[in-house]
């Protein structure tokens, strides 16, 4: 699904979210060279339910038309959080919701086109901001299902929101399920759409080859991956239908010590025949944040913590109970005794001497009368 106008999520989803983070910068950490283990290298996806990643992209273009032989230079940097929902019951695999955010666009439009680029870079910003997809990924890692475009949205609006889609794709490299060796490469083919129909039709191949095994600064052990992407898209409307290719080269790197892609950077040059040509350049970097189910788990923790310093003497005690020093309650009812605390005054000789004492007086007093 592709929501256009983001709605509410749960609390505690948009906080993690909001607070997912990304570290090092788009030409990636540094990477010591280590020696691969004997039995190969395995390539798997952390896509427990619940789990989160925070991806950075930079897309850039050159396009050059061909009937007018002028060129143009468009860019787009955005954020992408990814929350993996659990098995998609429709499309199968995996349900990951992806959320754009912090989108910056600078874009250039052909000459003669009836609005100014103010205008339209503001309604794609505004298009993208809050942008919510679900897709769905496989074990592997292939992508089985990404959302069409609604068809009531502008042309060039609709390249736009293109270019972002397919960076979704991105995220994920199909991987088998074999160790790999260095030096070893293998083949996925790509299909999306159904051939004659209408919408959109893909057809493709990618080789990727292992290149070397690495451990960061930080210590996560990573393959450097060299990737060749060739594709083949049918765009088919009421008016007919329009053929483009693509192809790519890229590298990326994916942890074996976090399960997740980490970062791809390349070159892709599509091909629309007696229109353009466009050369993309993209930089991608991903994060693993925290899972859902573990940040709920602390919370709950956090919440349940009852006070258990039953001292009112002590310094960290919280309570009703007044510190009384020595920690005993006052027992003392003599208010004579030296430790007495009371209100009480005290009488020499006790109650009962006092008045013997009285009355003795009050005696003598009388026989002198």
Not at 35 to 57: F, K
Not at 287 to 293: C, I, N, P, T, V
Request: include cysteine; aromatic fraction near 6%; glycine fraction near 10%.
């Amino acid at each position: 699904m592709l929501r256009l106008v983001r709605p509410l999520r749960a609390a505690l989803v948009a906080l993690v979210l909001a607070g997912a983070t990304l570290s090092g910068c788009a030409s990636g950490p540094k990477m010591t060279k280590i020696e691969a283990p004997a039995e190969g290298l395995t390539l798997r996806y952390d896509l427990t339910p619940g789990q989160t990643y925070a991806g950075h992209v930079r897309r850039s273009e050159h396009v050059r038309d061909t009937l007018s032989g002028t060129s143009m230079t468009r860019s787009i940097s955005f954020d992408i959080n990814l929350v993996v929902a659990g098995p998609d019951a429709e499309n199968g695999g995996h349900k990951v919701m992806a959320r754009f955010s912090n989108v910056d666009l600078r874009w250039s439009l052909p000459p003669g086109t009836p609005f100014s680029i103010a205008e339209f870079t503001n309604s794609a910003k505004a298009a993208l901001q809050g942008l919510e997809v679900d897709l769905s990924v496989d074990s592997n890692g292939k992508v089985l299902y990404v959302p069409p475009l609604p068809t009531n949205i502008d042309f060039f609006l609709t390249q736009v929101l293109q270019g972002v889609l397919d960076v979704l794709e991105t995220a994920f490299l199909t991987v088998p399920e074999r160790p790999l060796k260095i030096g070893e490469s293998w083949s996925d083919e790509k299909k999306r759409g159904r051939e004659g129909k209408l919408g959109l039709y893909m057809t493709g191949e990618v080789k990727t080859t292992v290149e070397g095994f690495f451990r960061t600064e930080s210590g996560e052990e990573v393959v450097r991956l060299a990737i060749t992407d060739n594709e083949r898209a049918v765009t088919t409307t009421k008016e007919g239908s329009h053929e483009n290719k693509k192809e790519g080269k890229t590298t990326s790197h994916f942890s074996t010590s976090g399960d997740y892609l980490v970062s791809t950077k390349g070159e892709i040059t599509e091909f629309d025949p007696g229109k353009s040509t466009t050369i993309v350049k993209l930089e991608v970097t991903w994060e693993k944040g925290q899972s859902l189910a573990s940040v709920a788990a602390q919370a709950a923790a956090a919440s349940e913590e009852t006070q258990s310093i039953t001292d009112p003497c002590d310094d960290d005690y919280v309570g009703g109970e007044e510190c009384v020093e020595g920690g005993e309650v006052q027992s003392i009812t003599d208010p004579c005794d030296d430790d007495y605390v009371g209100a009480e005054e005290c009488v020499e000789g006790g109650a009962a001497e006092g008045d013997a004492k009285a009355g003795d007086e009050a005696k003598a007093e009388a026989d002198a009368g």
